[in-house]
């Protein structure tokens, strides 16, 4: 495939007028998203009476 400099150029501006780079569309720049087992003591945190609340769901 051959790349065409106008539409390189478009979409370089493109990514500019958004304040985007390259990098940002790269796994590395994802922030990492927590297991169950190291969400469930944040969940667990919460006062009895918030958890009463929702326990009956």
């Known amino acids: 495939m051959t790349m065409d ?3 390189v150029a478009t979409a ?4 500019e007028h958004l304040g985007l ?3 940002d569309f ?3 720049n994802r922030p ?3 297991t169950v087992a190291e969400y469930l003591p944040v969940v667990a945190a919460a006062s ?3 958890r009463r609340t ?3 769901f």
């Open 12 to 15: 370089r501006a493109l990514l």
């Open 32 to 34: 990492a998203v927590p």
């Open 5 to 7: 400099p106008d539409r």
């Open 48 to 50: 009895p009476a918030t």
């Open 54 to 56: 929702y326990d009956s």
């Open 21 to 23: 780079t390259a990098a």
């Open 26 to 28: 790269t796994d590395s």
